[in-house]
């Protein structure tokens, strides 16, 4: 595919250019030399939303979304779901290969060694309101650990990042089960090192009196399955976050907390709370049909709905799919399962849904299998955020490494007033306050 080129004939002028093509793409910058004259700045393109850019090489997640597939460093996302735990393929996503049994014994050494919170942490995190919401909670704590880690700041230290890489990995399970227990009321549980990564967050959230805690092992794998799901997932609006704030050579606590603010909305993360809100709205598989008219007149969503990239169904969906199973084995079925599975067979047999290919995404079946494993919805987004740390981490540090990466910074069209005198205030009209501008 080397040596493709695109012509493009400016009509202004009447000049040919002729642009490579790499990756079936051209470089935007190629477009600046087309000019009309010396003054003139050169072509941009323009692409709100990122359409249709490519704002990076990167070597860590693939999707096809037309076929299905998300693959992370070419492993199939089902084979790593089937046959890894969590913090192997956090290793793998963050190095590019999988461990060996020395490496991965050594890695989660090093993240068990950083799951404890400095006790100032802590205290911080006892300031929050009783009913504060635990994905606020957890995006300012995040932002906080910046404060206890100076040294991060040394963002071009290969050791340096790698520690605190160690740290981010090992903190976020605390942090989230202190958010939790903060928002029931519940003491803090400190870290157990003797149980694995998942285990050691169960034990977080639920331990209550009993001298030791004892995950079910059932519970544990899915969530840890769930974990892996939800490593990385390429460009999306929080790993974009993460590389834009990180581009600014901000430390990876206060980027890894810009990015799970991205992730907290309910476009992104925060889908996975509102579907639980849209199928407790539902009710019941009667009112189905309602809903979805509700839908297609544009008065509501669809929460996990619909993907940007994937125009097929999220494999990551299908495989939640299955581990629910075995969850509803040990929990009891959510009753809500019954209403996602309808409404799922009644949107892809609607005409709406097939001409716009709006397939259920990973939000739409996480939620429901995490309510039946005892978590609170607010919580849900948190549990997205600690396995997509690993995934920030991987395209914070494959950016820095990236010689063509700069200080993200894009440009603009002007659409505003030019040059105008300054009113005097006694001289201005009444006006309301614009409610957008
Ligand atoms: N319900 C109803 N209609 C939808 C939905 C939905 N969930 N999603 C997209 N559409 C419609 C849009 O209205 C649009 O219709 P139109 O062509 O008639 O205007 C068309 O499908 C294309 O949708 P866009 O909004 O242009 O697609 P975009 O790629 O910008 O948005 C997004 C993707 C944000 C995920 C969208 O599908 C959505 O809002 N889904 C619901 C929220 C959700 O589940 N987010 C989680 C995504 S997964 C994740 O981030 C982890």
Known sequence: MENEVLSIVDKRTGKTYEIPITNGTIRAMDLRKIKTGPDDFGLMTYDPAFMNTASCQSAITFIDGDKGILRYRGYPIDQLAEKCSF??????VLTGELPTAAQLKDFVTHITYHTMLHETTKHFLEGFRYNAHPMGMFISTVAALSTVYPEAKNVHDPEVRKLQIYRLIGKVPTIAAY??????GFPYVYPDNDLSYAENFLNMLWKMVEPKYQANPALARALDILFILHADHEQN???????AVGSSQADPFVSVAAAAAALSGPLHGGANEEVLKMLDEIGSKENIPAYIERVKAGQVKLMG???????NYDPRARIIKQAADQVFEVTGKNPKLEIALELERIALQDEYFIKRKLYPNVDFYSGIIYQAMGFKPEIFTVLFAIPRTAGWLAQWQEMLCDPEQKIAR?????TGHDVRDFVPIEKRGVREFPAAA
């Open 410 to 414: 894009p440009r603009q069209i002007f």
């Open 87 to 92: 913090l192997e393929v956090a290793y793998l």
């Open 179 to 184: 958010t939790y227990r903060h928002s029931l």
């Open 237 to 243: 609006c929080s790993a974009n976050a993460m590389r």
């Open 305 to 311: 709905f619909g993907h940007r990239i994937y125009k």
